[in-house]
């Protein structure tokens, strides 16, 4: 670990706490340079808003300070838009006699010490009724027409657990979950999972900012298990390690005791010691609280993967090649992966090449060979 990163990680455990940076790391020399760098991580782990509530009562360069505090500021517009949009739909699916909760971003960011700091992403919204149920309607409500099973330009899609809908007219995107999670892809731990988290989602309660929330026991679970299908099939950020980081501190003994006996049955026992591997080395994050017992190999394995890649991979440096170059590349590295969790990865892979095969035609028609819009 850099001194920078060392810095970056206690200016991140300082803002999760509401509090200073410890005073070791902060002995360095913060130069313009360190400061670009700073800014640099914080933007490619989707952090600037957090980061911001500890940085912005710090002396920066005007080169940095100026824009950090602009995005900082539309963070915060963002996530007043965005809670007004979660209730907004909460009512719309209300008076449709449907029940539903937020999941994930917005759910989330109420459990930071500035809950304006999270920077927000799209809704993430749970409506009862199942899958069939649940698009008939979205098409009675005319948010979407007919659902192609990949995504093109602008044009709702249906994928295994939800329909991504397109921006409204103030640039906000929706996705209706019609299952609860993404799940795994190992097909037996995924029958398990589902289960699992259908009838838990049925515990939902009302909080101030006038939508619904999930128990804390979902929580866990469903983030764990978003994390981990991420983690294998693309990349995560620092910001799904944060939000994890609050659930836990904001959980009950029993809350963590029960979701600890479920990890193994569930297939996310080797990314939860992972996890708390990670939570441990980099946000100090109390033992008390750990889900399991820590996992170095595999927690300085997604260690790496974050700090190299960015927020769900999209600063990868393999973004840039061609596609000839990022399929093999993906190939080898999936084939590495086995090492972390053999079957997961196994099943992510044959899960992939059922999707190459199921959109070749859409594909041919399209003229691309890329399946970067390809939702699962």
């Not at 706490?17 to 490619?44: F, I, N, S």
């Not at 838009?81 to 937020?102: P, Q």
């Not at 008390?288 to 997604?302: K, Q, S, V, Y």
């Not at 090449?353 to 691309?368: A, D, L």
Request: charge should be positive.
């Amino acid at each position: 670990m850099t001194r920078i990163e060392a810095f970056f990680f206690a200016l991140v455990r300082a803002a999760l706490k509401g509090g200073e940076p410890e005073t070791e790391p902060t002995a360095m020399t913060l130069t313009d340079e360190v400061w670009q760098r700073l800014y640099a991580m914080a933007r490619q782990q989707s952090l600037l808003g957090l980061l911001f509530t500890v940085t912005g009562r710090m002396q920066m360069p005007q080169s940095v300070a100026l824009p950090w505090l602009s995005d900082a500021e539309q963070i915060r517009g963002l996530n007043r838009l965005l809670n007004s949009e979660a209730a907004r739909l909460t009512r719309v699916f209300a008076d449709k006699g449907r029940r539903s909760a937020i999941l994930k971003g917005q759910a989330n960011a109420r459990l930071y010490p500035d809950p304006m700091s999270r920077q927000p992403g799209d809704i993430d919204i749970w409506v009862e009724g199942g899958r069939k149920s649940v698009i008939a309607l979205l098409r009675d409500m005319g948010l979407v027409d007919e659902l192609a099973k990949i995504s093109v330009d602008d044009k709702a899609s249906a994928s295994y657990h939800h329909v991504h809908l397109p921006a409204n007219e103030q640039g906000v995107t929706v996705e209706v979950h019609f299952r609860p999670s993404s799940g795994n892809f190992n097909p037996i731990t995924n029958r398990r999972l589902q289960h699992w988290v259908e009838q838990e989602i049925q515990q939902t309660t009302t909080v101030p900012e006038d939508f619904y929330v999930p128990s804390m026991r979902f929580a866990m679970v469903m983030q764990l298990a978003h994390i981990q299908h991420h983690f294998l099939s693309g990349g995560i950020g620092l910001r799904q390690v944060c939000d994890y980081y609050l659930l836990l501190r904001h959980s009950t003994e029993e809350d963590r005791k029960a979701v600890a006996e479920l990890l193994q049955r569930m297939g996310l026992r080797r990314s939860a010691g992972a996890l708390m591997w990670l939570l441990s080395e980099v946000l100090h994050l109390d033992s008390g609280l750990m889900l399991c017992e820590t996992d170095r190999f595999r927690g300085a394995w997604m260690l790496r993967r974050i700090m190299e890649d960015g927020n769900f991979g999209f600063f990868s440096p393999g973004e840039q090649y061609g596609v000839w170059r990022r399929f093999f590349r993906k190939r080898w590295h999936q084939l590495k992966m086995m090492r972390f969790d053999f079957w997961e990865v196994l099943w992510t892979e044959v899960s992939y090449w059922k999707t190459i095969f199921r959109t070749i035609p859409e594909r041919i028609s399209r003229g691309k060979l890329s399946l970067r819009d390809v939702r699962r």
